[in-house]
T-cell receptor, first 112, second 113 residues
């Protein structure tokens, strides 16, 4: 069964540095998403991406964050000037229509 | 703030029993409802989706939706120890955006052998 693939599985970064999280969505899916889950808390929506542009974003997704689909397969989340509170699991998801969404295994981001 | 509320549990049931998981949501215009299972340290895994009032059955799982009461539930029949996980209720198609999925905190289910 096709899967959403995320790399790396664990990223450790110094506070203030930039980090790029990578995702390969399921190949025939058209909608792409990023979510985060701080330890012990809810899964939170960050952004959705369709037709090569952001379609929806949450209040969390401020100027510190950006997304790109640089080629036909990858979907990236860039976090600039990382802060301690950015430490979380980041999940990429994709879907053939806008719902339902299938999640990757996640990247654990640790900010030191 | 559009909310999805769940009892965080843990909900403990003996093996073979029916586990009943409940969820309420605050936004009346919500259109789509999902149950995800999340094992500790893993990603959410979609197990059921439901879009109209009533029941939807898939194997041992039954999702129930009552839009008038803004209530969604998941029944797991013949519960197995492998069902022990956190079950996330999720809602989208609300006034927060059609693609944005809002999750509840999840109910931790423990199936006792």
């Amino acid at each position: 069964e096709p899967e959403v693939t995320q790399t790396p599985s664990h990223q450790v970064t110094q506070m203030g540095q930039e980090v790029i999280l990578r995702c390969v969505p399921i190949s025939n899916h058209l909608y792409f998403y990023w979510y985060r889950q701080i330890l012990g808390q809810k899964v939170e929506f960050l952004v959705s991406f369709y037709n090569n542009e952001i379609s929806e974003k949450s209040e969390i997704f401020d100027d510190q964050f950006s997304v790109e689909r640089p080629d036909g397969s990858n979907f990236t989340l860039k976090i600039r000037s990382t802060k301690l509170e950015d430490s979380a699991m980041y999940f990429c998801a994709s879907s053939p229509t806008s719902q339902p969404q299938h999640f990757g295994d996640g990247t654990r981001l640790s900010i030191l | 703030q559009k909310e999805v509320e769940q009892n965080s549990g843990p909900l403990s049931v003996p093996e073979g029993a029916i586990a009943s998981l409940n969820c309420t949501y605050s936004d009346r215009v919500s259109q789509s409802f999902f149950w995800y299972r999340q094992y500790s340290g893993k990603s959410p895994e979609l197990i059921m989706s439901i879009y109209s009032n009533g029941d939807k059955e898939d194997g041992r799982f039954t999702a129930q939706l009552n839009k008038a009461s803004q209530y969604v539930s998941l029944l797991i029949r013949d519960s197995q120890p492998s069902d022990s996980a956190t079950y996330l209720c999720a809602v989208n198609g609300n006034s927060g955006g059609y693609q944005k999925v809002t999750f509840g905190i999840g109910t931790k289910l423990q199936v006792i052998p």
